[in-house]
């Protein structure tokens, strides 16, 4: 029971790399993508937050984008192993059109996330755990503080760009 | 066991959707609560089995918010 | 499980509309990963694809409604 605690958390920190890295990876935070991600990101401006990573935050609300991606990776590995992934990652692909996005971040996130999954099984992770994983990522950067979040990926652009 | 606590948080879920969604007085926090609501039934459909039940649903709720959304937009304006 | 319902709770606790989707968004995110966990089937996961971008699709709109409800 406190084993599979460790798993999660390490689940956890793995997802939360590697969704940021892709978001970031993609130029998330440069801009909203849709107009609902900018009117997100600058009312999180308004609190005290940095431009850049509310924009990145709206982007992460208004389409899939790498967070979707690697819980739905997650997901579809717990059912059907790496085709599962691969199936996860042409369902964000057709969600992404569906949101008018024209961007890669969402698939890639999946398909990056499967092998990733994947490769963590064999040294004894399940599926499951980054399927918690993941949902715990989110709840670090959407669910606490958001002027605190997007000041952290702010940050993090800064550093890339 | 978990089933049960599974759907007493779900049961939950519904009813803090709903009375959020009565008690906001802004139309857009409204929307906000029926998507708690319907992100409370969905799970009680899935854990019946009706997969395809939950699939239709789950489309049709976000597609009629929004044209409640287009049907707002022109009643201000 | 719990993770949907604080989102859910963090929801009804913020004042301002549109930082209420951030939260929401967690508890979408929370109910998506709850569907699969439930019913490990392959069609789970078309539901909880169907689920995510239903509520990506409806966080968008009311975002975007609230942007351009703003701007007039």
Redesign the interface.
Known sequence: MLEEFGRIVVATVIAWILFLSIDIFWRLPQKGGVSGADAIGTAISRHGGDRNGGWMMGNIICSPDASAGTLLAACGVFVAGIPGGIAAAVLVYVGNRICHDKGYAGTSGALIATFIIAGCMQIGFMASDFIAGMVLAILTIQGLSHTHASRLIGYFWRWRA | MI?Q??TL?LT??IF??AA?TALWK?P??K??GL??LS?GV??LI??R?Y??V??VV??L???S??FI?LL??RK?? | MSIALYGAARTVLEKETLLKLPFVNVMNFGIAGLIVFILPHPLTLVAAAAYFVGSTLEANAIASAIARRKQE
Request: net charge negative.
């Open positions: 089933e606590i599974i948080g939950g879920l803090l959707g959020a802004n857009f926090d929307l906000i998507s708690l992100a969905i799970p899935v854990m089995g997969l395809d939950a699939i789950a489309i709720i976000p597609i918010t929004i959304l707002l937009g201000t304006s």
